[in-house]
């Protein structure tokens, strides 16, 4: 079982940065994941943000490339999204995910999930 955590959200005017977190605790044996952030807009479905392979490969959406860049603290088990140049499209309700291994960009392909921390961007 994997519990996830995110903070950091809140409300930023355009331009402006934040830095989400996600705390990963689990009960079994330590494992090594592939870590994501997703984002859901109001009105809109979840979408993939960035994933975190274990081997320290990163993938981006096409709309925070160059903005965004995700991280892992991995003796900290601990998840980051740095997220410059913050546009109004950005807000969204942020969702951290994981799974043992990097399969695919979806949803679909995450078991675990947090509980989201809410970014507002105002213009």
């Known amino acids: 079982q994997v519990r996830l955590v995110e903070s950091g959200g809140g409300s930023v005017q355009a331009g402006g940065s934040l830095e989400l977190s996600c705390g990963k605790s689990?009960?079994?044996?330590?494992?090594?994941?592939?870590l994501a952030w997703f984002r859901q807009p109001p009105g809109k479905e979840r979408e993939a943000v960035a994933t975190?392979?274990?081997?320290?490969?990163?993938t981006y959406a096409d709309s925070v490339k160059g903005r965004f860049t995700i991280s892992q603290d991995i003796p900290k088990n601990t998840l980051f999204l740095q997220m410059n140049s913050l546009q109004p499209e950005d807000t969204a309700m942020y969702y951290c995910?994981?799974?043992?291994?990097?399969?695919?960009?979806?949803?679909?392909?995450?078991?675990?999930w947090g509980q989201g921390t809410q970014v507002t961007v105002s213009s």
């Open positions: 995910a994981a799974d043992f291994q990097c399969a695919g960009w979806g949803e679909a392909y995450f078991t675990y």
């Open positions: 975190s392979g274990s081997d320290g490969s990163t």
């Open positions: 689990e009960y079994t044996r330590y494992t090594q994941h592939c």
